[in-house]
């Protein structure tokens, strides 16, 4: 499998169990946990990252992607594609570590990665949900050319509240003939 290609020092590559270090790293902050799925807890202990780096909370044979700052992981970003009647659709994911928030670095990997995921899998439907509470990754996905679709009014139940998620797609409209 060959990954999307990005220049200077971020690349995206599969996870390695040696990112185990890197990864506890970064992934082991409230901030970070705040904006993402429960399969991503805080506090993110040994025992989490070794079972992610094992394929037991996402397969990582699938578009998952580790995204590497100057040698080391520090984030991620994949798909869920559908199955059946939604094999054309999948559902985009992605984390960076707070040390590298607000340089625009997770725009360039939405910018190359989505284009490349889209073509891999023949998708005609990209979607992302995001926290209403997290207007930074509504930017990123804005930037890239999603369009927002709608609110879900208290869909997510995550530490002792209901969160409303904001809802994204990109869709290609050269697939709708097919």
């Not at 399969?39 to 780096?53: C, K, M, S, V």
């Not at 992607?65 to 992981?73: P, Q, R, S």
């Not at 879900?152 to 869709?171: N, P, Y």
Request: glycine residues 12%; hydrophobic residues 40%; contains cysteine.
């Amino acid at each position: 499998m060959r990954e999307p290609l990005l220049g200077g020092r971020v690349r995206l590559r599969p996870w390695q169990a040696g990112d185990l270090d890197a990864l506890l790293e970064h992934a082991n902050d409230a901030a970070v946990s705040r904006g993402l799925s429960t399969r991503f807890p805080y506090p993110y202990t040994r025992a989490d990252g070794e079972a992610f780096l094992a394929g037991q909370v996402l397969d990582l044979r699938g578009q998952v992607f580790a995204l590497e700052i100057d040698g080391l992981a520090c984030g991620g970003i994949g798909v869920t594609q559908g199955k059946d009647e939604r094999r054309f659709s999948a559902s985009l994911g992605y984390w960076l570590g707070q040390r590298y928030w607000g340089q625009g670095i997770m725009t360039t990997v939405v910018g190359a990665y989505v284009p490349w995921v889209m073509d891999t899998l023949a998708l005609a439907r990209l979607s992302a949900q995001v926290m209403a509470g997290n207007p930074a990754s509504a930017r990123v996905l804005l930037k890239n050319g999603f369009a927002e679709e709608g609110t879900e009014r208290q869909s997510v139940f995550k530490d002792g509240q209901l969160h409303d998620m904001r809802c994204f797609a990109l869709i290609r409209t050269w697939m709708q003939s097919t």
